[in-house]
């Protein structure tokens, strides 16, 4: 009996050795993963704050941005009370910039606006995150949320610092935003007239009269105003005698 009863166990006590060992050997790997992990963040680790500055500053001159970036993050993460802490967050930014990477510089401006509220650098980072939206412009038949969103944002600079520079350099960039957008309402009133939904166009004409006074779009909507107008009426004066 007791040799059958030990016969019977002998499966179950393998399969329990059998993973035993696969755990074993599973935490083996681990360990040794981890282990040449540990070592080169370690190596890594050697350089300095100086050195890591100077390596992210020599790419950022080179244009070199993604290597810049991989500098200045590791500046930032490993010595974040760091004097040039501050300088990597800006550069990273910057760099996601240069490589036309704008939903990631538009994330970092935004993380150093927040970060640093009264750091210097903050007209300059209001700008850059108005050129992230005003670099995805596109034409007048597409989504006008890019020449919106920068429209705002160059606003928002003049409003909290008029008179200084980056201010200033803003003032053309609006002019192409409050262009597009007045391009954009006018593709939509013709759309509208084209296709007889003349109340519809009427009104598009008349907030661009409203809102973009002085523009070449402006004027071409106070031009078509007047007739269109008229068709209202008439369509209104249509329904009242039915």
Same mark, same amino acid.
């Given at each position: 009996?007791?040799?059958?009863?030990?016969?019977?166990?002998?499966?179950?006590?393998?399969?329990?050795?059998?993973?035993?060992?696969?755990?074993?050997?599973?935490?083996?790997?681990?360990?040794?993963?981890?282990?040449?992990?540990?070592?080169?963040?370690?190596?890594?680790?050697?350089?300095?704050?100086?050195?890591?500055?100077?390596?992210?500053?020599?790419?950022?001159?080179?244009?070199?941005?993604?290597?810049?970036?991989?500098?200045?993050?590791?500046?930032?993460?490993?010595?974040?009370?760091?004097?040039?802490?501050?300088?990597? !967050? &800006?550069?990273? %930014?910057?760099?996601?910039?240069?490589?036309? +990477?704008?939903?990631? @510089? $538009?994330?970092? =401006? /935004?993380?150093?606006?927040?970060?640093?509220?009264?750091?210097?650098?903050?007209?300059?980072?209001?700008?850059?995150?108005?050129?992230?939206?005003?670099?995805?412009?596109?034409?007048?038949?597409?989504?006008?949320?890019?020449?919106?969103?920068?429209?705002?944002?160059?606003?928002?600079?003049?409003?909290?610092?008029?008179?200084?520079?980056?201010?200033?350099?803003?003032?053309?960039?609006?002019?192409?935003?409050?262009?597009?957008?007045?391009?954009? !309402? &006018?593709?939509? %009133?013709?759309?509208?007239?084209?296709?007889? +939904?003349?109340?519809? @166009? $009427?009104?598009? =004409? /008349?907030?661009?009269?409203?809102?973009?006074?002085?523009?070449?779009?402006?004027?071409?909507?106070?031009?078509?105003?007047?007739?269109?107008?008229?068709?209202?009426?008439?369509?209104?004066?249509?329904?009242?005698?039915?």
């Amino acid at each position: 009996m007791e040799t059958e009863r030990l016969q019977q166990c002998l499966p179950n006590i393998t399969l329990k050795v059998y993973n035993m060992k696969q755990c074993l050997i599973l935490g083996i790997c681990l360990m040794l993963l981890s282990g040449c992990s540990l070592f080169e963040e370690s190596s890594q680790m050697n350089k300095s704050a100086q050195q890591l500055a100077n390596e992210g500053a020599a790419a950022y001159m080179n244009r070199d941005y993604q290597d810049a970036v991989k500098a200045y993050t590791d500046l930032k993460n490993w010595y974040p009370f760091s004097k040039y802490a501050i300088l990597a !967050e &800006l550069k990273i %930014a910057d760099s996601h910039f240069y490589l036309e +990477e704008y939903e990631d @510089a $538009l994330i970092a =401006y /935004e993380a150093f606006e927040n970060m640093h509220p009264r750091n210097e650098a903050v007209p300059y980072v209001i700008n850059q995150m108005g050129m992230c939206w005003f670099k995805r412009l596109d034409t007048v038949d597409r989504d006008p949320a890019p020449a919106e969103n920068a429209l705002a944002l160059f606003r928002r600079l003049i409003r909290q610092y008029p008179g200084h520079a980056q201010a200033k350099a803003a003032e053309k960039s609006i002019n192409v935003c409050i262009d597009n957008l007045a391009g954009h !309402e &006018l593709y939509v %009133a013709e759309y509208y007239n084209k296709v007889d +939904e003349f109340k519809a @166009a $009427l009104k598009r =004409y /008349e907030y661009i009269v409203a809102v973009y006074p002085g523009t070449p779009q402006s004027d071409i909507a106070v031009d078509r105003i007047p007739g269109l107008s008229k068709k209202v009426m008439a369509l209104e004066a249509d329904k009242g005698t039915k």
